[in-house]
């Protein structure tokens, strides 16, 4: 009688556990194999005395086909067929790595292929920067549900992606200072597979976040607070959305860099700019939806890894000093120039006194002050400015 229940266990690069269901008469067992592009059955016994065999220096990442035969007083039966395939060899690549201690140091930007191929393996990489950076992380072709963790080196968690079943896991951060940070792969609940690597791409984008204080006329509240304009809702700590841009410090003082996001109700926004932007010596320049565009006094130097500049501390922060100066010493970008050709005159006035008229309600240019209403309060702010206000820069 044939064996039944063939089945392959332990799978690795260069070996395999087989096993099958005991034949009551048998007295040994015949164990045969060979790759299953060839033609020919290798003898691994021919006396086998156990239910189980193990394959050794077989050939990574290949299909094998084996064969039980019991063999019986009587006579041998009939050969029992299966197949299985050893690891590729990717499957064990940085082993050990099971700690974060023992996390294995890897390039970023490139692919790093590896298996989870225990129900305890886990897999721990380490990527050390020099500067601050961003960091884009990818774990894909999972053949099961693994997860991607991200720490510091201190064991504190910075991100994490744990979706179900086979989707690939992504986990962004932006602006981590210079340091060694930390990436984890396992199986949810311990699955495993021994014949697909995952990809880990663990993507790094060095930058140089600089630090941008700015005041914005109509939306002051006095205490160096503004009104959070942008979603007060869901919100309440931002104030609205305004644009930097990096000029080259010699004419015709082109734009190198520019870069949109928010500042909060204080006027404090950090740009995260291409670390290429470090070094280089550039007029830092803050356009807002309806306020006056302005140029810092002077060239700023990036030094070092990071930067600030703050426009709010006098007027003269500014390129000809083009900012409004409130009775508590702060400067704030002037509002009105609201169809924004660097300049507050008649044209803008008459588009908020028009929609003063109307009595318009929104997220709109027109409304000066952030209060989500065109009336009267904004009606006399751009009053006082319509005389001609324009754009100082070099
Ligand atoms: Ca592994
Ligand atoms: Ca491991
Ligand atoms: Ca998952
Ligand atoms: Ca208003």
Redesign the pocket.
């Known amino acids: 009688m044939a064996p039944t229940s063939l089945t392959a266990s332990n799978i690795t690069s260069t070996t395999a556990t087989v096993s099958w269901g005991a034949v009551a008469s048998a007295l040994t067992y015949n164990v045969e194999y060979k790759l299953n592009s060839s033609g020919t059955w290798i003898v691994a016994s021919s006396s086998n005395a156990t239910t189980t065999y193990n394959f050794t220096g077989l050939t990574a990442g290949l299909l094998y086909d084996y064969r039980i035969r019991s063999n019986c007083a009587s006579g041998n039966s009939s050969y029992a067929q299966a197949q299985f395939t050893t690891s590729p060899i990717c499957i064990s690549a940085y082993e050990p790595n099971e700690s974060l201690a023992a996390a294995v140091l890897v390039t970023t930007n490139t692919n790093i292929s590896a298996g989870i191929n225990t129900s305890t393996d886990i897999d721990y990489y380490k990527v050390v920067t020099t500067v601050p950076s961003n960091f884009s992380v990818v774990l894909s072709n999972l053949p099961n549900d693994y997860d991607l963790y991200v720490y510091t080196s201190a064991g504190t968690l910075l991100g994490y992606g744990a979706n179900g079943s086979t989707l690939s896991e992504t986990v962004n951060l932006t602006n981590l200072p210079a340091g060694t940070y930390i990436f984890k792969v396992f199986g949810f609940g311990g699955v495993f597979n021994t014949s697909v690597c995952y990809n880990l791409f663990i993507g790094n984008t060095s930058i140089y976040p600089l630090e941008i204080t700015a005041l914005i006329e109509g939306y002051y509240l006095g205490g160096g607070l503004m009104r959070a304009v942008a979603d007060p809702t869901n919100s309440p700590a931002i104030c609205d959305t305004i644009e930097v841009q990096l000029a080259n410090s010699s004419a015709p003082y082109s734009v190198a860099y520019t870069l949109k996001g928010t500042i909060s109700t204080s006027g404090i926004g950090t740009f995260l700019f291409p670390f290429a932007a470090a070094g280089g010596n550039y007029y830092i320049v803050v356009k807002h939806r309806n306020s006056l565009q302005i140029w810092s006094s002077s060239p700023v130097s990036l030094s070092g890894t990071s930067g600030t500049y703050n426009f709010t501390t006098s007027a003269n922060k500014a390129y000809g000093s083009k900012q409004f100066v409130f009775a508590d010493g702060k400067a704030a970008l002037y509002s009105g120039d609201v169809n924004q050709n660097n300049i507050i005159d008649d044209t803008d006035f008459n588009t908020v006194n028009a929609n003063v008229n109307q009595f318009l309600i929104g997220y709109l240019t027109s409304?000066?002050?952030?209060?989500?209403?065109?009336?009267a309060?904004?009606y006399s702010l751009i009053e006082n400015h319509s005389g001609g206000l324009s754009l100082s820069k070099p």
Do not use: A, I, M, P
Request: with cysteine.
């Open positions: 409304d000066l002050t952030g209060d989500r209403c065109v009336e309060s904004d």
